[in-house]
T-cell receptor
């Protein structure tokens, strides 16, 4: 599994756009990039996955440059309820299990 | 459709006692995973079932931990005897297909406190 590096924590204010960047310099050709979100006292929850360029869903957008060595999770107009830990994962289905890193602890301020 | 459910949500036991955690995966999901997060540490993989078979149990800490998945439905994780360092949150997850590319659905977790 490719190793990922992401900020330990971030603070932002309500209504702002938040971008969390993840580095994965050793990403392999078959690897996909997946982000999970974990609220306090809950299990992680899948939010978005991509291979290249841009992916958008109702929760977030995922930007992946051409070299795929990094990716950016973008949360538009965050609210207090977006306070959570966000995990960036890289792998493909040859990897049987999800390996979690430290994640980014996002704290949204009023 | 019900998600992944775990019982109990919280358990406090004394050192030396036995505790059994239960996980009910999403119906039809052959893949079931157990994870654990000890306070201040990362979420760590414990083991992976495909139906009733243990596919990978490389993350199990020691032989005080026993996981079963009879009939390929719900799973139990027994800790016997419990030690102080076993305290943490135990998460169960299930997925339709295997692999880290596949969306995994996690339960709320069981918070285990050993005193």
């Amino acid at each position: 599994l490719a190793k990922t590096t992401q900020p330990i924590s971030m603070d932002s204010y309500e209504g702002q756009e938040v971008n969390i960047t993840c580095s994965h310099n050793n990403i392999a050709t078959n690897d996909y990039i997946t982000w999970y979100q974990q609220f306090p006292s809950q299990g992680p929850r899948f939010i978005i996955q991509g291979y290249k360029t841009k992916v958008t869903n109702e929760v977030a957008s995922l930007f992946i440059p051409a070299d795929r060595k990094s990716s950016t999770l973008s949360l538009p107009r965050v609210s207090l309820s977006d306070t959570a830990v966000y995990y960036c994962l890289v792998g493909d289905n040859r990897d049987d299990k999800i390996i979690f890193g430290k994640g980014t602890r996002l704290h949204i301020l009023p | 459709e019900a998600g992944v459910t775990q019982f109990p949500s919280h358990s406090v036991i004394e050192k030396g006692q036995t505790v059994t955690l239960r996980c009910d995966p999403i119906s039809g999901h052959d893949n079931l995973y157990w994870y654990r997060r000890v306070m201040g540490k990362e979420i760590k993989f414990l083991l992976h079932f495909v139906k009733e078979s243990k596919q990978d149990e490389s993350g199990m800490p020691n032989n005080r931990f026993l996981a079963e998945r009879t009939g390929g439905t719900y799973s139990t994780l027994k800790v016997q005897p419990a030690e102080l360092e076993d305290s943490g949150v135990y998460f169960c997850a299930s997925s339709q297909d295997r692999g880290s590319r596949t969306e995994a659905f996690f339960g709320q977790g069981t918070r285990l406190t050993v005193v």
